[in-house]
T-cell receptor, first 114, second 115 residues
Framework: DGGITQSPKYLFRKEGQNVTLSCEQN?????MYWYRQDPGQGLRLIYY???????QKGDIAEGYSVSREKKESFPLTVTSAQKNPTAFYLC?????????????FGPGTRLTVL | AQSVTQLDSQVPVFEEAPVELRCNYS??????LFWYVQYPNQGLQLLLK??????LVKGINGFEAEFNKSQTSFHLRKPSVHISDTAEYFC?????????????FGQGTELSVKP
């Protein structure tokens, strides 16, 4: 089955630790995105990538980092510099950036920092 | 820059009643419009999208939306809701010309269908 997988579904970390969230897609999509979701705030874009080895900051990139070494993978690292990392994180992909293709979403990872 | 406003944060409705979830957007350029649904602790699923052509767009699960350019609105409607429609609904906009395929999301509307 084609789709987007995110792992783990739930993640607990101590304050001050870096943590990496996984996102993999087998849809052969060029573009991939990371969003953060907080109650009552909708989805906010953290980073996006239109092509392998290239990525751009979104609206709330501070305290996060990404890499795009393979077309199918776009991991997100939440660093200790992120002041309020507890949130629901969603990864998405689309056929081609700059076009009206819908974004397909993964099931999300809920990160809780203790 | 674009922005999206979902006018109701919560909409309670009884089963089999009609429902309308309101969405207004702001943009100085042409846009594409989307409605997504999110069930608890899950990702988002596309309900429908407006790209061009007919302003009345039909989607999955019996939902439809109408694009009104003069009022910059894209309200979502369903004539008869089911308990299973209980979820959060997000309206999103994308600049036709933009680079990166970025979507701007509204804050979401929580639809609660009661028996």
């Amino acid at each position: 089955d084609g789709g987007i997988t995110q792992s783990p579904k739930y993640l607990f970390r101590k304050e001050g630790q870096n943590v990496t969230l996984s996102c993999e897609q087998n849809l052969n999509h060029d573009a991939m995105y990371w969003y953060r979701q907080d109650p009552g705030q909708g989805l906010r874009l953290i980073y996006y990538s239109q092509i392998v080895n290239d990525f751009q900051k979104g609206d709330i990139a501070e305290g996060y980092s990404v890499s795009r070494e393979k077309k199918e993978s776009f991991p997100l690292t939440v660093t200790s510099a992120q002041k309020n990392p507890t949130a629901f994180y969603l990864c998405a992909s689309s056929m081609s950036s700059g076009r009206a293709h819908e974004q397909f979403f993964g099931p999300g990872t809920r990160l809780t920092v203790l | 820059a674009q922005s999206v406003t979902q006018l109701d944060s919560q909409v309670p409705v009884f089963e089999e009643a009609p429902v309308e979830l309101r969405c207004n957007y702001s943009s100085s350029v042409s846009v594409y419009l989307f409605w997504y649904v999110q069930y608890p602790n899950q990702g988002l699923q596309l309900l429908l999208k407006y790209l061009s052509g007919s302003t009345l767009v039909k989607g999955i699960n019996g939902f439809e939306a109408e694009f009104n350019k003069s009022q910059t609105s894209f309200h979502l409607r369903k004539p008869s809701v089911h308990i299973s429609d209980t979820a959060e609904y997000f309206c999103a906009v994308s600049d036709v010309q933009n680079q990166g395929g970025k979507l701007i999301f509204g804050q979401g509307t929580e639809l609660s269908v009661k028996p």
